[in-house]
């Protein structure tokens, strides 16, 4: 099949040209080469055979462009991460969700009709909590003045009481806490959208915590594994925040990659005018203290400190339940958390 990888130039993206060309896809990278992860605005090394377009998804002539010829659509491009503030806000949704809206123009244009998106777990907010007077529930964001008491854990909306953090699935319902969550539930609409107009076949993957080599080295925008990561390199502590014990999902990069390819490969089976979202995560649940603890010792580091700071941005607990994706396209994660965190804490990283 032929492809258009969108963002291919990324950690993710060019993990994902490595396993279309290895399986037999022919790819096409259209990449704006972002400053923050770009910094020296050179593409990495492809496979042989990829075809890297320099251009921004927002720009439709290059759009039209890079679609010619293409049976399907892999779009990882976007702006990724916390951000700084709400400065950041109009950048976000430019990328991610004009550049959606621009790509699936030219897609329904061109007569494209198959589309993998990058989606990500941050749309589900707080995701599931069990209360053991009230069931399964959804706590509301956390307030500042618990956050600086050092109450961390989300209390029972309905009576206050300590609530036991689950796995999130794909019924749960969306609640994105911050912009970045925001643009990213708002690409699947807009893709949903797309499929019913056009009788296109869509697929969002909602990555969890990706990790693996050629991480972007840290920046605002950078996942917490390669902030920790970073320090060790420079011969500091990771320094984790609130407690340590918010749960995480970390899915190492080879894995995000083969749930695409597993992703593009089911999608002509779709009918058309279809929509559906997967969970992607390794399904092994480990706390942030604990991945900086294991990250620290693999790397023969100082021992992580524990700051008690906070964002407000964050979420507490977000964990995965990827049955769905291993159930209907026969994904399985290859890469555990103790073999992959071991290498990850000597791999290279970007930037
Ligand atoms: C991360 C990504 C998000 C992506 C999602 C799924 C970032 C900023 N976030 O969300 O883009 O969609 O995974 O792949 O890339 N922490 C520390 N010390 C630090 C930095 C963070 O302890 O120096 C803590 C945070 O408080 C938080 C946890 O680590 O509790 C995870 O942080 P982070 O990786 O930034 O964000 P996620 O919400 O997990």
Known sequence: MDVLLTGGAGFIGSAIAARLTAAGHRVRVLDALLPAVHPRQRPPGFPDGVDFL???????????????????????????????????????????????????????????????????????????YRCAAH?????????????????????????????APGLVDETAAPDPRNVYAATKLAQEHLASAWARAAAGRVTALRYHNVYGPEMPRDTPYAGVASIFRSALARGEAPRVFEDGGQ??????????????????????????????????????????????????????????VLTGEYRLGDVRHITADSARLRDELGWRPAVGFAEGMTAFAHEPLRG
Do not use: K, W
Request: hydrophobic letters at 45%; charged letters at 20%.
């Open 54 to 128: 320099h251009g921004d998804v927002r720009d439709r002539a290059i759009v039209d462009r890079a679609l010619r010829g293409v049976d399907a659509v892999c779009h990882q491009a976007a702006m990724v991460g916390l951000g700084l503030d709400l400065q950041d806000a109009p950048a976000y949704v430019g990328c991610n969700d004009l550049g959606t809206a621009v790509l699936l123009a030219a897609m329904a244009g061109a007569g494209v009709d198959r589309l993998v998106l990058a989606g990500s777990m941050v749309v589900y907010g707080e995701g599931r």
């Open 135 to 163: 069931g399964e529930v959804a706590p509301g964001p956390r307030r500042t003045a618990d956050l600086d008491a050092g109450r961390f854990e989300p209390p029972c909306p309905h009576c206050g009481a300590p609530l």
């Open 247 to 304: 749960r995480r999902d970390f899915v190492h990069v080879s894995d995000v990659a083969s749930a695409n390819l597993a992703a593009l490969d089911a999608l002509g089976e779709r009918p058309p005018g279809s929509s559906r979202c997967y969970n992607v995560g390794s399904g092994e649940v480990r706390t942030v203290g604990g991945m900086a603890a294991a990250l620290a010792a693999a790397h023969g580091g100082p021992a992580p």
